[in-house]
């Protein structure tokens, strides 16, 4: 567990609505408003950007190297620096974060965005699957959803009442946000009164297919006391990822024994992960499966 | 590392060199509203930029933003049907298959106007006598085949004019 050198802080923030498919705007129309939304959160102008870092995937939108043509939208002129991951949004912050503990950077501008919409969203995640055993057999991420979720109700890892749990509670958190495609107040009974859509799995136990975008502007230490009254300071950073081939992975959610760690800390001493639906409230595991993950914590 | 010792039915058994696993993805391509206003207009044989309110620069096909500014294009400038050839190729690779008799000119062509060349083919000219600062002409499909696509200019060919400068064209090459 590192020390980090610098504190970091989100200055602004601004996102588009999330919709099912927004098909009357490209990838850069999508961008530009919430772009300039951002900065004049900030009362900066791109001028103060030291850095800009984007988080999209090519697969999406079907065109290769889309995320240059995206740069359209922040005018990158005089000469910027700049970096791209082919991953999300959060992933594009991290990045954003560790350089700007080399103190290089003060300000960054972190975008993220993406179109499920052009394609069919359960075949191209396909895609992320190894290409020799997997991709050739297409298995959808609902489909290794499914997969995962019955291994876990026959081991008793987890209830549908309990993922039906998770979906409630994810739409309540999202009540009050006008962005967000998927929201309300629902009982998880409601849900559970739903067809399954692919068994074991309803409707609610799997991600919307949305188009959206989002950006972020951080700032180091003063500089961030000097743009934002209220800074929302970043205090630790859990980045979890899979191995790739599905036969190692762990898929009823158990941390193995050697990498098990105390979860992010939280006021009820309970796991932070948003979808985690622990078995005990003392018990630092979490769920789906997490075969392998770092937790950077100070 | 040690030797891998194959069990006795597979060895002597021809290896895997190479798997093929065929892979076809359909989208369905948003031009977005500046380019669905540039597609609209072609299909009634215009062709309209966009201005940059900062820079004044105009684009075409334009995509709804500066790229060096980073605003909003929003102000129209129809654009003339003649333009300078500002770089161009000779294609000697079959491409396209048997779409187009090589060898055959791929061409930028700033069109009368704008700020940002587009890409088209050069015909109608012997492929060597094609040069920087030609002036050309767009040559439209029948009117009865003309939509909402690029494909509506089937090529653009010499129009007869004395080469441009290359002052008009510098900033482009």
């Known amino acids: ?298 | 590392m040690s030797d891998i010792t194959l069990p006795e039915r597979l060895q002597g058994v021809e290896p895997v060199r190479s798997i093929r696993t065929p892979a076809r993805l359909d989208y369905v391509y948003t031009p977005g509203a500046a380019g669905s206003r540039f597609l609209r207009e072609v299909a009634h044989k215009r062709l309209v930029g966009q201005r940059c309110p900062v820079c004044q620069k105009v684009y075409v096909p334009p995509r709804g933003s500066c790229p060096t500014d980073g605003v909003a294009t929003e102000e129209e400038v129809e654009l003339g049907h003649t333009g300078t050839v500002t770089s161009f190729c000779v294609v000697n690779v079959p491409f396209m298959s048997n779409l187009m008799e090589i060898p055959y000119v791929s061409a930028l062509i700033l069109l009368d106007g704008s700020d940002i060349p587009i890409m088209h083919l050069i015909q109608e000219v012997p492929y060597d006598e094609v040069h920087s600062g030609m002036r050309v002409e767009a040559v439209w499909v029948p009117d009865d085949e003309v939509g909402p696509t690029l494909e509506s200019i089937t090529h653009f060919r010499p129009n007869g004019e004395p080469d441009a400068p290359f002052e008009s064209y510098k900033d482009n090459v």
């Open chain 1, 1 to 298: 567990m590192a020390a980090h050198k610098r504190d970091v802080a989100i200055v602004s923030f601004a996102q588009t609505k999330h919709e099912r498919a927004i098909t009357e705007i490209n990838e850069v129309e999508m961008l530009m408003p919430i772009l300039g939304e951002a900065l004049a959160g900030a009362g900066i102008g791109k001028d103060r950007v030291d850095f800009v870092c984007s988080g999209s995937s090519d697969y999406l939108a079907g065109q290769p190297f889309s995320f240059v043509m995206t740069l359209d939208a922040f005018g990158p002129w005089p000469p910027i620096s700049e970096s791209h991951v082919d991953m999300d949004g959060a992933w594009a912050v991290y990045e954003a974060w560790v350089k700007m503990q080399t103190g290089k950077v003060d300000v960054a501008l972190i975008y993220a965005y993406g179109k499920s919409s052009p394609g069919d969203i359960r075949r191209v995640l396909t895609r992320q699957l190894d290409p020799y055993y997997l991709q050739p057999l297409w298995p959808d991420p609902i489909a290794l959803a499914a997969l995962q979720a019955r291994l876990g109700l026959e081991a008793g890892t987890f209830t549908v009442e309990q993922m039906a749990e998770v979906a409630a509670r994810s739409r309540r958190h999202a009540a009050d946000n006008p962005y967000a495609q998927v929201q309300g107040e629902v009982d998880a009974a409601a849900l559970l009164a739903d067809d399954e859509y692919l068994s074991p799995l309803r409707t609610h136990d799997c991600a919307p297919v949305g188009d959206g975008a989002a950006v972020v502007v951080l700032a180091a230490g003063d500089v961030a006391r000097e743009l934002s009254d209220r800074p929302a300071w970043i205090r630790g950073i859990d980045h979890r990822i899979e191995a790739h081939a599905l036969g190692v992975r762990d898929l009823r959610g158990r941390c193995p024994p050697s990498r098990r760690r105390p979860p992010p800390a939280s006021p009820t001493g309970r796991c932070t992960w948003p979808s985690c639906t622990p078995r005990s409230p003392t018990r630092s595991c979490c769920w789906p499966g997490r075969s392998a993950w770092v937790t950077t914590r100070w």
